[in-house]
């Protein structure tokens, strides 16, 4: 198992392909479509990744035998003093329940503990129940909750101490 840090000079083809597929599951559970949640992960393309890479974002892959099974992004916060906020956890399908999503958390705990932070905080979809509880396995607490126009769900704030 191996981690790859993913700059915008890359070719994002295949973690773009990565978020897709691992949101892609997550969209057609809740109903998402492109037209009512265009910013889901299940519809990222090259270009708003670029974006984002080149906006603070640090973006992580995971593979195994040379394939990307899984991707993490962490992320600076600008409104929290000491806290990052980890992101776009995602491991496609076939490659679930098999531990790479908490390898995944954890490296990017570690990183962000690293980088002198004191709290990682994380969103979700309120409603997500099982990710809700995996998060919680994790060690992170609800921390609040809000309604965002933009978005056909209520998002559920989650925040764990590292420092």
């Not at 773009?16 to 109903?31: D, I, K, P, R, W």
């Not at 916060?77 to 399908?93: F, G, H, L, Q």
């Not at 994790?138 to 420092?163: N, Y």
Request: glycine letters at 6%.
């Amino acid at each position: 198992m191996d981690f790859i840090q993913i700059t915008s000079k890359e070719n994002l083809f295949a973690i773009v392909h990565v978020l897709n597929v691992s949101h892609g599951t997550v969209a057609e559970e809740f109903g998402f479509t492109k037209e009512t949640n265009p910013t889901n992960n299940a519809f990222i393309d090259e270009s708003t990744l670029r974006d984002q890479l080149n906006n603070g974002i640090e973006l992580y892959a995971i593979s195994d035998n040379d394939k990307l099974i899984g991707c993490i992004a962490i992320e600076r916060s600008s409104r929290e003093a000491d806290t990052y906020y980890i992101e776009k956890v995602s491991v496609i399908p076939e490659f679930r329940n098999q531990g790479y999503g908490v390898e995944l958390m954890n490296f990017a705990a570690s990183k962000i503990k690293k980088l002198g932070s004191i709290a990682v905080s994380i969103s979700l979809i309120d409603s997500n129940a099982k990710l809700k509880n995996w998060y919680a396995d994790q060690g992170f607490a609800e921390s609040g909750f809000k309604d965002f126009d933009h978005l056909p769900f209520r998002v559920c704030f989650m925040r764990k101490e590292i420092g």
